[in-house]
T-cell receptor, first 114, second 112 residues
Framework: KAGVTQTPRYLIKTRGQQVTLSCSPI?????VSWYQQTPGQGLQFLFE???????NKGNFPGRFSGRQFSNSRSEMNVSTLELGDSALYLC?????????????FGNGTRLTVT | DAKTTQPTSMDCAEGRAANLPCNHS???????VYWYRQIHSQGPQYIIH???NNETNEMASLIITEDRKSSTLILPHATLRDTAVYYC?????????????FGGGTRVLVKP
């Protein structure tokens, strides 16, 4: 079974621009979560989508948004980029049916904001 | 979610067992213990999880104390490829969704 796929792998953007990251979950998984990882803050939860609806949200500003499509693929968008948004953005998927199936992570998109 | 405490780092000899401790003294009855690891530049990799009983899979064993306030991840025969940051996470059962709260983890260095 193919794992979680994130594209692109690397991205360089300028302050003020916006960016869209993509995540394809493992086949059959309906929950997709997004995390931000920085050296200073570690791994932090952004939000989770299940069946095209946001189910959980972390403490990030409204510039960070996401969506999920009917095929469970997900995108996250960051608008008005700031230097501090430079990070590894990780996507994780799970079966998601309010069970304890583990989350499986992709290898992330490394975003650099200059 | 309950907070976890792990040593910042530890070394292990190749071929020996690596025992990684984790304290979660405020864990609730419906919270599971999960272990992930992250090798440099990759996403976290799921290792194992458990609620009360000890668990074993092809990667590792998880020992949870009877009072559930601490646990130990055991890598039975550490290899150089096990060098990674290991995260112990406690997670409310799936009814609350899939939010994981990561701490700082333990940086494990397996030495030849």
């Amino acid at each position: 079974k193919a794992g979680v796929t994130q594209t692109p792998r690397y991205l360089i953007k300028t302050r003020g621009q916006q960016v869209t990251l993509s995540c394809s979950p493992i086949s059959g998984h309906r929950s997709v979560s997004w995390y931000q990882q920085t050296p200073g803050q570690g791994l932090q939860f952004l939000f989770e989508y299940f069946s095209e609806t946001q189910r959980n949200k972390g403490n990030f500003p409204g510039r960070f948004s996401g969506r999920q499509f009917s095929n469970s693929r997900s995108e996250m968008n960051v608008s008005t980029l700031e230097l501090g948004d430079s990070a590894l953005y990780l996507c994780a998927s799970s079966v998601g049916d309010r069970d304890n199936s583990p989350l499986h992570f992709g290898n992330g998109t490394r975003l650099t904001v200059t | 979610d309950a907070k976890t405490t792990q040593p910042t780092s530890m070394d292990c000899a190749e071929g020996r067992a690596a025992n990684l401790p984790c304290n979660h003294s405020t864990i609730s009855g419906n919270e599971y213990v999960y272990w992930y690891r992250q090798i440099h530049s990759q996403g976290p990799q799921y290792i194992i999880h458990g609620l009360k009983n000890n668990e074993t899979n092809e990667m590792a064993s998880l020992i949870i104390t009877e009072d559930r306030k601490s646990s130990t991840l055991i890598l039975p025969h550490a290899t150089l490829r096990d060098t990674a940051v290991y995260y112990c996470i406690v997670r409310v059962d799936g009814a609350a969704g899939n939010k994981l709260t990561f701490g700082g983890g333990t940086r494990v260095l397996v030495k030849p």
